[in-house]
């Protein structure tokens, strides 16, 4: 029986290991907020409990604030060592409580380095900011000074007001462990968030934020997390729910980032063959689809279609994990799919073409035309030969590319894609 409980762990463990769904590169940048409980190492625990990896590093020395990371050579060494997906940075939980006189010189420009740091290193790297929460019964010692930090609320609702703000200046996104905080206080103040000191967090509350971010970090549905630390289960399962409703439900409204690739192209319409040149900025990936059931790709491309009609043409380009479409739709007159001349009928070579390109039909036409289009729909070339089934076309003086070859005899009409070289 021990052998067979020993086999069936082995071959979960395994089928964890082989069938990672997800695989995210963290740094943690912040204080000791952030170490409680061994934060990052909660969040790969969830990680691996539902088959994902969390690769993960961290600096988090105790009381540290934005400023003091910004010149750490610690922190900076840790930001270039790797290319990160995210860089989580934990404010000292105080300081964005402060006045914005104060937080105008003391946080925002030090979160402004921070962010910019990270994305020198490595321009997909994604700053994220660590949402803490105001003090279990607000902060005394500031309470003189700074009286919305008098209550829980009043310091609560300061500090979400600046995470927000950080978040929104830098293109950054947010791990919401505050608004979480805040809602399990309301509807489940059974859940005991706080440890002794009314500040850091007990295990529930960083289970909590790990709930918050590893929601955030792999964009999944925190109740789908079966591993539930060494909580009663209905306190944790609360804490998803909590956390499902606040985050998971409304991953946008944490999201301030910018698209860097936006989408968009041109097109050249010739009968039945279009010439689409993608004028895209920033992109790593892109595809094509035509509206036909078929895609490609190609950065720039002739496509022929098959019939006339209208079609929908989508051009998808990503860049970072982040996605744009661009969408048109484009008529192709129906009468081009008439009068076409057979396949088997027409040779065109050399293809790809250096100094000529010959055109053979198999018998004679009244009238041949031979159009050279390029991709911006210009005519390059134009040929006409009468009673024949030859034509020469002299391409030694174009540039290499590719270019819309449209073949029209008495009346009927075939267009390709050619290459000159």
Request: charged share 15%.
């Amino acid at each position: 029986m021990k052998a067979i409980s020993l086999i069936c762990t082995l071959f979960l463990i395994s089928f964890l290991t082989v069938s990672a769904q997800d695989s995210k590169k963290v740094l943690f940048l912040g204080n000791s907020y952030t170490a409680a409980n061994n934060l990052p190492l909660m969040i790969s625990t969830m990680a691996v409990s539902t088959g994902d990896e969390l690769i993960y590093d961290s600096n988090t020395p105790g009381g540290y604030r934005f400023m003091d990371h910004a010149s750490s050579s610690t922190t900076l060494d840790k930001i270039n060592a790797n290319n990160w997906d995210y860089v989580f940075l934990q404010a000292q939980s105080q300081e964005t409580s402060l006045s914005q006189a104060q937080m105008q010189t003391e946080v925002y420009p030090y979160a402004e380095s921070l962010s910019n740091a990270i994305r020198a290193n490595y321009a997909c790297s994604q700053p994220m900011f660590y949402m803490t929460w105001g003090r279990e019964n607000g902060d005394a010692s500031l309470c003189a000074t700074l009286p919305w930090v008098c209550t829980y609320l009043g310091m609560d609702s300061a500090i979400r007001a600046t995470y927000i703000y950080m978040a929104d200046t830098n293109n950054a996104e947010i791990s919401p462990a505050g608004a979480v905080w805040r809602e399990l206080r309301t509807y489940h103040p059974e859940i005991i968030l706080y440890s002794g000191d009314g500040s850091h967090p007990s295990v529930a509350g960083s289970y909590a934020a790990a709930c918050a971010f590893y929601t955030m970090i792999y964009k999944k549905d925190p109740t789908a997390i079966p591993w539930n630390s060494t909580l009663p289960d209905i306190d944790a399962q609360n804490i998803k729910m909590t956390v499902r409703h606040i985050v998971f439900d409304s991953i946008s409204n944490w999201n301030f980032t910018i698209n860097p690739a936006v989408a968009d192209f041109t097109e050249a319409i010739d009968a039945n063959v279009v010439s689409f040149t993608n004028t895209s900025s920033e992109f790593d990936t892109l595809l094509w689809d035509f509206g036909d059931s078929s895609t490609s790709t190609e950065i720039n491309l002739i496509h022929t279609y098959p019939a006339g009609g209208d079609y929908t043409v989508s051009l998808t380009v990503t860049r970072c994990g982040k996605s744009d479409v661009k969408k048109k739709t484009i008529h192709i007159e129906s009468s081009v799919n008439t009068g076409f001349l057979p396949l088997n009928e027409v040779r065109i070579f050399p293809n790809p073409a250096t100094a000529e390109v010959n055109v053979k039909l198999d018998r004679n036409y009244m009238e041949i035309s031979v159009v050279l289009v390029d991709f911006s729909g210009k005519i390059i070339l134009k040929k006409t030969e009468l009673h024949a089934d030859f034509l020469q076309l002299d391409v030694s003086g174009l540039g290499n590319g590719a270019y819309v070859l449209t073949i029209l005899a008495d009346e009927q009409s075939y267009s390709t894609a050619i290459s000159i070289r």
